[in-house]
């Protein structure tokens, strides 16, 4: 069974990055983003019509392209 991708979170749902499947250019704007594997994200919002996401790494708010949510791998986390 495959890892779910960061897009495929709910609002409100947390996860670990797993892996980043992005080409040269996206992969190093990502890092600058401060996503890295091992890395805790949080979903905080989807926009409608397959709209951007809005996401938490840290204390860092990102929005970005589902396309590009979609090449991370994450594993999600439970809720203790």
Same mark, same amino acid.
């Given at each position: ?5 960061? =897009? ?5 749902? =947390?996860?670990? /990055?797993?892996?980043? =499947? ?14 890295? /594997? ?5 979903? /905080? ?33 439970? /809720?203790?």
């Amino acid at each position: 069974m495959s890892e779910p991708r960061l =897009s495929s979170l709910h609002p409100g749902d =947390s996860a670990i /990055i797993r892996a980043i =499947s992005a080409d040269e250019g996206l992969h190093h704007r990502l890092l600058a983003l401060g996503f890295r /594997i091992g890395k805790e994200v949080h979903l /905080i919002r989807r926009a409608w019509f397959m709209g951007p996401l809005q996401v938490r790494i840290g204390t860092t708010e990102v929005i970005m392209r589902r396309s590009d949510a979609d090449k991370i791998r994450v594993s999600r986390q439970t /809720i203790q």
